[in-house]
């Protein structure tokens, strides 16, 4: 589950040793040995904090990695100190408090509303529109119908962040916890379909998947 997407730096061809080192903790990881991961992460911890901080890719594939093994070894207080840190300020918006409170379609029209602010070039903008699927999940929520909104979202072709978060908290809606877990890793680890220059930031639908794997696998039954 912790590994249901590649990260870039996984299959980096490279002679340091602080990314090597990297490499066999996420080799642990996507093994089931989350307790080796989080000891091979944590032994390079200071050298991605001094050498890749600023480096973009690197640093936020490390960081999503150590947060998943901290995650998925008990580690819950170490997770949300080293989550908060990696966020740099990151706040709740109203649709993730919203889903928090239970108004799961309100909560889903927020994202919907956010369909604007997706990473695109200024011609893909320009002519955007609303995938009909999205629209048409969104109905079924409001129709309660959570079963057709997740077949209208699995529907979406559309990979960014913004609507594999969405789909993974309608599965955390119909308490399908290894779809929603799943599904919110991929999400968070979804880079932005528009590339730009050679800096990688999460954006914030990136970080709300991650406090979705935070807040449901402290909350949730396993």
Avoid at 109 to 115: F, K, L, M, T
Wanted: hydrophobic share 45%; proline share 4%; aromatic share 12%.
């Amino acid at each position: 589950m912790w590994c249901a997407t590649q990260l870039v730096t996984d299959a980096e061809q490279t002679a340091d040793s602080t990314i090597r080192a990297y490499q066999r903790a996420r080799a642990k990881l996507c093994a089931g040995d989350a307790a080796a991961a989080r000891a091979g992460f944590a032994a390079i911890l200071p050298q991605m904090k001094t050498r890749y901080r600023n480096d973009g890719l690197r640093f936020i594939d490390f960081a999503r990695s150590y947060f998943y093994a901290l995650l998925a070894s008990g580690q819950a207080d170490e997770a949300r100190r080293f989550l908060t840190d990696a966020e740099q300020g990151w706040t709740p918006a109203s649709a993730e408090r919203l889903f928090w409170k239970g108004d799961y379609a309100g909560s889903f029209a927020a994202y919907v509303a956010d369909d604007g602010s997706v990473q695109r070039s200024p011609d893909e903008q320009a002519a955007h529109e609303l995938d009909p699927h999205v629209a048409a999940a969104a109905a079924a929520l409001r129709a309660g119908k959570p079963g057709a909104a997740v077949a209208d979202m699995r529907a979406v072709s559309d990979g960014a962040s913004l609507y594999v978060l969405m789909l993974g908290n309608l599965y955390a809606q119909r308490r399908d916890w290894p779809n929603a877990f799943r599904t919110w890793v991929t999400a968070a680890d979804a880079g932005p379909s528009q590339p730009a220059l050679e800096f990688y930031v999460l954006d914030r639908w990136n970080i709300s998947a991650l406090e979705m794997l935070y807040y449901y696998r402290m909350h949730a039954p396993h």
